[in-house]
């Protein structure tokens, strides 16, 4: 990790930007294509309705949304260039502290922008072209406004000035929030009902968490965990009955 560290340090803007479009396309393709699969499994249980075929509008919002991401990788490359955003290649026990911090942090981070988003005179903004989507898709995780991509992404930048994170931390991270955000975008629940009723998914999201929030925008704002929304009062009412369910019944979309 040390040599990737000091590969990326002798890269250019132009190499980075390269690198960084190529590396959200990827995410993206990953995005869809793993949540397509996901759909095809016999196990899965339907939570919202079958969306159809994508839209004209999500097509444009995806390639714009892997385009502003970019501009973020881009971004804190810049601040890791200049010092503000500082970067260790541990690999032990430190590198899990620091992911299980990152995790912890930016969910955090996320459910306070996420409740802000969702203020009245903010929520039209921005963050209401998400929610035209209620049909949930995985090419949904992108259908985002690019000022709320720069939010959040300022939120990803903020978080990483705050420590002198593990690249690999970093890495993980990445990985699961693709993975929390490919999960909460299915508008289908895959996770068994063993699993979701352990003690473990009592706290960690399942994609009942977000697809509910999808189809009441008040509650059930937290990203990887619940943690926040039991705290500040924001958790579905019947978010754990649902969650408990041996098959979580459909949500019911209002007109």
């Known amino acids: 990790m040390v040599g ?3 590969w990326a340090w002798r890269l250019d803007v132009g190499q980075v930007v390269g690198f960084a ?3 959200n396309l990827v995410l993206f393709l990953i995005a869809v294509g793993v949540g397509n699969a996901m759909l095809r499994l016999p196990t899965v249980v339907r939570l919202l309705p079958d969306p159809g075929r994508i839209s004209r509008l999500q097509v444009w919002l995806a390639g714009g949304a892997i385009l502003m991401n970019s501009l973020v990788t881009v971004g804190g490359w810049a601040l890791w260039k200049t010092g503000i955003i500082h970067l260790n290649a541990d690999w032990n ?3 899990l502290a620091d992911f299980v911090l990152l995790l912890l942090l930016m969910d955090l981070l996320m459910y306070a922008g996420h409740a802000v988003a969702h203020r009245p005179r903010i929520f039209p903004l ?3 072209l998400h929610h035209r989507f209620v ?4 090419a949904t995780l992108y259908a985002l406004h690019p000022l709320e991509i720069l939010g959040f992404g300022g939120l990803w930048l903020a978080a990483l000035a705050t420590h002198a994170f593990s690249v690999w931390a970093i890495v993980a991270y990445t990985a699961v ?3 929390f955000g490919i999960f909460g975008h299915l508008g289908v629940e895959v996770l ?3 699993a979701r009723r352990s003690r473990v998914f009592r706290w960690v999201a399942t994609p009942t968490l977000h697809a509910g929030h999808h189809v009441e925008p008040a509650v059930n704002l937290g990203f990887y965990t619940s943690i926040w929304d039991r705290l500040f009062g924001t958790l579905a009412p019947d978010y754990d009955q649902r969650r ?3 098959e979580p019944e459909p949500y019911a979309l209002v007109a």
């Open 135 to 138: 049909d949930a898709r995985p």
């Open 4 to 6: 990737v560290l000091d």
């Open 21 to 23: 479009l190529l590396e």
């Open 93 to 95: 026990l430190r590198a």
């Open 126 to 128: 921005a963050h209401a």
């Open 244 to 246: 408990l369910s041996p």
């Open 177 to 179: 929030n693709l993975i």
């Open 192 to 194: 068994p009902p063993a």
